[in-house]
Nanobody, 127 residues
Framework: QVRLVESGGGLVQAGGSLRLSCAAS????????MGWFRQDPGKEREFVTI????????YYADSVKGRFSISRDNAKNTVYLQMNSLKPEDTAVYYC????????????????????WGQGTQVTVSS
């Protein structure tokens, strides 16, 4: 069982930056590929990015490529999402998710590829 707790959300102006953190419980954090998703009310949960267990591989949604960066510190059991050049359309609840394996599957963008989820943190970008 892996427990995930996100933090770092908030209100920011367009063009600003935020860094989200996701702290994970468990002794084998490096055995979990970690992802970030986001969801607006009334919309489906949307893939943002994923990082492999050792941090050697990452993938990003086209909508955030070049602006967002995922990283992880396995010694601290924490994954980060650095969000720069934020836009109003980035407004959503951001969720941290963990896979039961360190590897990234070919369908990494699907929520059902992930086994554990955090409670979410709200990010609001004002124009």
């Amino acid at each position: 069982q892996v427990r995930l707790v996100e933090s770092g959300g908030g209100l920011v102006q367009a063009g600003g930056s935020l860094r989200l953190s996701c702290a994970a419980s468990g002794r084998t954090f490096n055995m979990n590929a970690m992802g970030w998703f986001r969801q607006d009310p009334g919309k489906e949960r949307e893939f943002v990015t994923i990082i492999s267990g050792r941090g050697s591989s990452t993938y990003y949604a086209d909508s955030v490529k070049g602006r967002f960066s995922i990283s992880r510190d396995n010694a601290k059991n924490t994954v980060y999402l650095q969000m720069n050049s934020l836009k109003p359309e980035d407004t959503a609840v951001y969720y941290c998710a963990a896979r039961g394996t360190a590897y990234i599957s070919s369908q990494y963008y699907l929520p059902n590829e992930y086994d554990y989820w955090g409670q979410g943190t709200q990010v609001t970008v004002s124009s």
